[in-house]
């Protein structure tokens, strides 16, 4: 069953702007923190951002800071990424991702749960 869904993905020139939203079921939103990974063709994995359930602390990856925003609704058991100033190089795939564990938040390993991804492409 897939619990975790993503959306908002697109095509954006630089320096403009795009939401992303991942829609999660009660128990996984529930997790000690959700993240944003991006994943770029014939590269890893990267850790983007990351927020904690409780406390709603953040942390991003240097390439995004000041750029980059993630937020939870807890209401609607949703998690976003809010990204200004897009450059060509955010070009990726984004996965939403949920874990249980508290360390370390950076690693991929670390989280149990996945989405399918949604494509942002930024052209210059």
């Known amino acids: 069953q897939v619990q975790l869904v993503e959306s908002g993905g697109g095509l954006v020139q630089a320096g403009g702007s795009l939401r992303l939203s991942c829609s999660a079921s009660?128990?996984?939103?529930?997790?000690?923190?959700m993240g944003w990974f991006r994943q770029a063709p014939g590269k890893e994995r990267e850790f983007v951002a990351v927020?904690?359930?409780?406390?709603?602390?953040?942390y991003y990856t240097d390439p995004v800071k000041g750029r980059f925003t993630i937020s939870r609704d807890n209401t609607k058991n949703t998690l976003y990424l809010q990204m200004n100033s897009l450059k060509p190089s955010d070009t990726a795939v984004y996965y939403c991702?949920?874990?249980?564990?508290?360390?370390?938040?950076?690693?991929?390993?670390?989280?149990?749960?996945w989405g399918q991804g949604t494509q942002v492409t930024v052209s210059s």
């Open positions: 927020i904690k359930r409780i406390g709603g602390n953040t």
């Open positions: 009660g128990r996984i939103f529930n997790s000690y923190a």
């Open positions: 991702a949920a874990t249980n564990y508290d360390s370390p938040l950076l690693l991929v390993g670390t989280y149990d749960y």
